[in-house]
């Protein structure tokens, strides 16, 4: 299989992941404060890493450079605030205003890209994001009468625009180094910076249910640790444009799930917003297949 079908199928099984991340981020942040909750994650993710790495590290590909771990730091920041901020506005909105950081990424990496890199704008993807992020807009859900609600916004734009440097910064560090060692580093670092999180943000074991010990181990495994490596290996090929486009599906994930899971129905406008994503989509898909060049 090509390189490119390789990437764009991760990108498109990061999506089906990282949707029912929004819904696990609403059960568990009753019992489990933001910074907790991140902290934990990054550990589960962390340890899980060591543990694939200590046996078999001559397969996990090419190590960081010394002079990749300033950019390597800052990245790790950027993973911090981004789960900090997106987790306090989880408080604040329903997982379907949630991920608005899939609608609203897209354009804001469009803009970063236009100012640090140039060659990655070009009409066609500028069309591509902008009737795909319109699409997204489309299927959700907004409560702007709840109270604090425009809060919550807020800050989920900010953390949108965080995770947006994240990705166009982090296809320098892939330059020299694998998914893995990058992801790995990022990982671990987050987790020491987010231990300070658990002095101010205690939790109580005995308030932790099943279900949420399963909903945790979950978002750890799957939306940190395998979640960031299918990421950084679609950042390495396609560039970070084309990812947030893939990325745009996860609305249409939580549309079909609250059709499947909550009885809930489709309205025209959601379904129309549904085809505004495909759309855009599939454009920039075969727009990026038709490219011999790598990467993007």
Same mark, same amino acid.
């Given at each position: 299989m090509k390189k490119g079908n390789?990437?764009?199928?991760?990108?498109?099984?990061?999506?089906?992941?990282w949707a029912p991340a929004f819904s696990g981020s609403k059960i568990l942040l009753p019992t489990i404060g933001p910074a907790s909750l991140a902290a934990i994650r990054f550990w589960i993710a962390a340890i899980l890493l060591t543990v694939v790495k200590l046996p078999f590290p001559q397969k996990c590909g090419k190590g960081l450079r010394k002079e990749d771990w300033k950019l390597l730091v800052l990245t790790s920041i950027a993973c911090v605030l981004h789960y900090v901020f997106s987790n306090q506005a989880s408080q604040l909105l329903n997982e379907t205003e949630s991920s608005m950081i899939s609608s609203f990424q897209a354009v804001f990496t469009l803009l970063a890209s236009g100012l640090l890199l140039e060659n990655l704008v070009t009409p066609k993807i500028s069309f591509c994001v902008g009737i795909s992020s319109v699409g997204a807009v489309l299927t959700m859900e907004f409560g702007l009468l709840r109270e604090n609600v425009l809060r919550g916004y807020a800050l989920m734009i900010v953390a949108i625009v965080v995770w947006v @440097? =994240?990705?166009? =910064?982090?296809?320098?560090?892939?330059?020299?180094? /694998?998914? $893995? !060692?990058?992801? =790995?580093?990022?990982?671990?670092? /987050?987790?020491?910076?987010?231990?300070?999180? $658990?002095?101010?943000?205690?939790?109580?074991?005995?308030? &932790?249910?099943?279900?949420? !010990?399963?909903?945790?181990? $979950?978002?750890?495994? $799957?939306?940190?640790? &395998?979640g960031f490596l299918l990421n950084? =290996?679609? *950042? +390495?090929? @396609?560039?970070?444009?084309?990812? /947030?486009?893939?990325?745009?599906?996860?609305?249409?994930?939580?549309?079909?799930?609250? @059709?499947?899971?909550?009885? +809930?129905?489709?309205?025209?406008?959601?379904?129309?917003? /549904?085809? @505004?994503? *495909?759309?855009?989509? &599939?454009?920039?898909?075969?727009?990026y297949a038709k490219k011999d060049q790598q990467p993007i």
């Open positions: 390789i990437s764009i199928a991760a990108i498109i099984l990061l999506s089906l992941i @440097m =994240y990705c166009i =910064y982090v296809p320098k560090l892939l330059q020299n180094s /694998s998914c $893995f !060692w990058v992801v =790995y580093g990022q990982c671990l670092l /987050s987790a020491v910076i987010l231990t300070p999180a $658990f002095i101010f943000e205690p939790i109580s074991i005995q308030a &932790v249910t099943g279900l949420q !010990w399963g909903v945790l181990v $979950f978002l750890g495994v $799957f939306g940190i640790a &395998v950084a =290996y679609g *950042l +390495k090929q @396609m560039g970070p444009i084309r990812v /947030s486009l893939v990325l745009n599906g996860i609305p249409i994930v939580l549309v079909l799930s609250n @059709m499947l899971f909550q009885n +809930k129905s489709i309205t025209a406008t959601r379904l129309l917003g /549904s085809l @505004m994503i *495909l759309l855009g989509t &599939v454009l920039a898909i075969l727009d």
